[in-house]
């Protein structure tokens, strides 16, 4: 329960975590367009309002500066917040609506119409200031016909002294519209723009947006907690069920199934664990074939010396320099076990090392015999000349040592051919492979045969193992009537 209530705060913080990096992410380019639009919105709103003044003034006949509060007023629409509408001496100064975010409000911008001076606040009780504000200017005079033509100038975007009444702030300010009339300025409308948050569309747009994070929010959190609640439980029960059978394992229990859970990477664990558990219970087949081998390979000339020893005490056998010769015999052969016995587990210690130079293949093998007793011509060597190899030359030397004997004891006539090609050396001898032996090169693999054939069983396992410990690899097998032992070093060769 512990671990299950651990992986569910880990998968639950995980999950959210997640979830909540997404959710960051998407209120973050929120924010961005957000923060883009609101820089944006006052310049589209200034120039719709602009071009909708343009448009009422050429539609507009007859046209008179006192008219132009009237058309100002007709052109607003909910995204203009206010309007302030002065001379260009600020000798009178008239606001209508609010500021953008409708903290201040002046004379109902509705009711524009319905004023027809510019009486109304103290042209000398305004804040002054600069800002950066787009500017439009539009020309009306009478022609001889007296239809009123509007000039209309490119729109600029320029720093300009802004005069607002008090109360108000100069940045509130988005746009001007210079009005003249006969090409006398006559009426400057200052334009104030709706914030997103004031404008009412925008404002319930926000609102929305902001509600929907907040359950989306909650939403993730409640599917984390039931996601992580249903994969922790199912985890919990697949990781108890590996956990379990590692126990047993780990009791000696190697004959255990790992049964498959479903998720990829605990069948990859699961595999690894059964490859593992068989490997054990092979190792302790072997150890205790191991144990019972070399038992009765070390009490085989035991037994001998102590039936020629009793024979010799009850006079059955003539204690003279042949039961001496029989018996020195004998303890050759424990003393070849036992050193092969030796020697295996000193080539086997993981902290061994294998001390390589460079040494030509035909010296190797010829040192390698060298300590053999063999008659002549029972061994021919065929070794490709100038091959080099780089190895441990004694470890080397005993491997091909094993396996010649080995095959001098199945073949003592020959003929014995020892061949190369590149890094690979080839030992053939006439004979047959026992068929109930498939494991050559595993110590006392040789079993019963060995007690009634001599030897130790061991020359193969310790040949396979110097091969191992050099990158290289031993084989064995039977063609044509042959045995045929192959020694390939790979990579070794220079």
Same mark, same amino acid.
């Given at each position: 329960?512990?671990?299950?209530?651990?992986?569910?705060? +880990?998968? $639950?913080?995980?999950?959210?975590?997640?979830?909540?990096?997404?959710?960051?992410?998407?209120?973050?380019?929120?924010?961005?367009?957000?923060?883009?639009?609101?820089?944006?919105?006052?310049?589209?709103?200034?120039?719709?309002?602009?071009?909708?003044?343009?448009?009422?003034?050429?539609?507009?006949?007859?046209?008179?500066?006192?008219? &132009?509060?009237?058309?100002?007023?007709?052109?607003?629409?909910?995204?203009?917040?206010?309007?302030?509408?002065?001379?260009?001496?600020?000798?009178?100064? @008239? $606001?209508?609506?609010?500021?953008? *975010?409708?903290?201040?409000?002046?004379?109902?911008?509705?009711?524009?119409?319905?004023?027809?001076?510019?009486?109304? /606040?103290?042209?000398?009780?305004? =804040?002054?200031?600069?800002?950066?504000?787009?500017?439009?200017?539009?020309? &009306?005079?009478?022609?001889?016909?007296?239809? !009123? /033509?509007?000039?209309?100038?490119?729109?600029?975007?320029?720093?300009?002294?802004?005069?607002?009444?008090?109360?108000? !702030?100069? =940045?509130?300010?988005?746009?001007?519209?210079?009005?003249?009339?006969? !090409?006398?300025?006559?009426?400057?409308?200052?334009?104030?723009?709706?914030?997103?948050?004031?404008?009412?569309?925008?404002?319930?747009?926000?609102?929305?947006?902001?509600?929907?994070?907040?359950?989306?929010?909650? @939403?993730?959190?409640?599917?984390?907690?039931?996601?992580?609640?249903?994969?922790?439980? +199912?985890?919990?029960?697949?990781?108890?069920?590996?956990? =379990?059978?590692?126990?047993?394992?780990?009791?000696?229990?190697?004959?255990?199934?790992?049964?498959?859970?479903?998720?990829?990477?605990?069948?990859?664990?699961?595999?690894?664990?059964?490859?593992?558990?068989?490997?054990?219970?092979?190792?302790?087949? =072997?150890?205790?074939?191991?144990? +019972?081998?070399?038992?009765?390979?070390?009490?085989?000339?035991?037994?001998?010396?102590?039936?020629?020893?009793?024979?010799?005490?009850?006079?059955?056998?003539? @204690?003279?320099?042949?039961?001496?010769?029989?018996?020195?015999?004998?303890?050759?052969? /424990?003393?070849?076990? &036992?050193?092969? &016995?030796?020697?295996?587990? $000193?080539?086997?210690?993981?902290?061994?090392?294998?001390?390589?130079?460079?040494?030509?293949?035909?010296? /190797?093998?010829?040192?390698?015999?060298?300590?053999?007793?063999?008659?002549?011509?029972?061994?021919?060597?065929?070794?490709?000349?100038?091959?080099?190899?780089?190895?441990?030359? *004694?470890?080397?030397? +005993? #491997?091909?040592?094993?396996?010649?004997?080995?095959?001098?004891?199945?073949?003592?006539? %020959?003929?014995?051919?020892?061949?190369?090609?590149?890094?690979?050396?080839?030992? *053939?001898?006439?004979?047959?492979?026992?068929?109930?032996?498939?494991?050559?090169?595993?110590?006392?693999?040789?079993?019963?045969?060995?007690?009634?054939?001599?030897?130790?069983?061991?020359?193969?396992?310790?040949?396979?193992?110097?091969?191992?410990?050099? %990158?290289?690899? #031993?084989?064995?097998?039977?063609?044509?009537?042959?045995?045929?032992? @192959?020694?390939?070093?790979?990579?070794?060769?220079?």
């Amino acid at each position: 329960m512990i671990l299950s209530r651990r992986q569910f705060i +880990r998968t $639950f913080t995980t999950v959210l975590g997640i979830a909540l990096v997404i959710l960051l992410f998407q209120i973050a380019g929120l924010l961005a367009a957000g923060f883009i639009t609101s820089h944006s919105w006052p310049k589209y709103v200034t120039r719709d309002y602009m071009a909708a003044i343009k448009e009422k003034i050429i539609e507009t006949e007859a046209i008179t500066p006192e008219m &132009i509060m009237d058309i100002a007023g007709d052109a607003v629409d909910g995204q203009v917040s206010g309007l302030i509408l002065h001379a260009p001496d600020y000798s009178k100064v @008239v $606001f209508f609506g609010t500021t953008p *975010k409708g903290d201040l409000k002046g004379n109902d911008i509705s009711g524009v119409s319905q004023l027809r001076s510019y009486a109304g /606040l103290n042209p000398n009780n305004l =804040n002054s200031g600069y800002k950066n504000i787009y500017i439009a200017t539009y020309d &009306i005079y009478e022609s001889e016909d007296a239809i !009123n /033509l509007v000039y209309y100038d490119e729109l600029m975007y320029e720093n300009r002294e802004i005069r607002v009444p008090q109360g108000m !702030n100069p =940045n509130d300010v988005s746009g001007r519209i210079i009005i003249s009339y006969n !090409n006398s300025e006559s009426v400057i409308i200052e334009v104030l723009v709706s914030t997103l948050g004031f404008y009412g569309p925008t404002r319930f747009f926000l609102d929305h947006m902001v509600t929907s994070i907040i359950s989306v929010l909650l @939403v993730a959190i409640v599917v984390a907690m039931v996601s992580s609640f249903l994969y922790s439980r +199912r985890n919990t029960r697949k990781i108890d069920a590996i956990k =379990n059978t590692v126990s047993a394992l780990s009791h000696g229990k190697f004959d255990v199934e790992f049964k498959k859970t479903g998720v990829y990477e605990l069948d990859e664990i699961s595999d690894s664990l059964s490859s593992l558990a068989h490997t054990l219970e092979t190792n302790r087949k =072997n150890r205790q074939e191991w144990v +019972r081998s070399i038992g009765h390979d070390l009490n085989t000339p035991i037994t001998s010396m102590n039936l020629l020893l009793d024979g010799a005490r009850d006079g059955i056998f003539k @204690v003279d320099e042949k039961l001496v010769d029989s018996i020195s015999d004998e303890c050759k052969v /424990l003393s070849s076990r &036992i050193d092969s &016995i030796r020697y295996y587990s $000193f080539i086997s210690d993981p902290d061994l090392v294998v001390e390589r130079s460079e040494i030509g293949l035909f010296d /190797l093998v010829d040192d390698a015999l060298s300590s053999l007793k063999v008659k002549s011509g029972v061994i021919k060597l065929d070794i490709e000349e100038g091959c080099v190899l780089n190895v441990d030359q *004694k470890l080397v030397e +005993r #491997a091909i040592k094993e396996v010649v004997a080995n095959a001098l004891h199945e073949a003592p006539d %020959g003929p014995i051919v020892i061949s190369s090609h590149g890094a690979v050396i080839t030992i *053939k001898n006439p004979g047959k492979l026992p068929s109930s032996v498939p494991q050559f090169f595993e110590p006392w693999s040789r079993g019963d045969l060995s007690r009634h054939e001599g030897g130790s069983g061991m020359g193969l396992p310790i040949t396979g193992k110097i091969m191992e410990l050099h %990158g290289g690899s #031993a084989s064995i097998s039977e063609t044509d009537g042959a045995v045929v032992v @192959v020694l390939d070093f790979k990579i070794d060769k220079l």
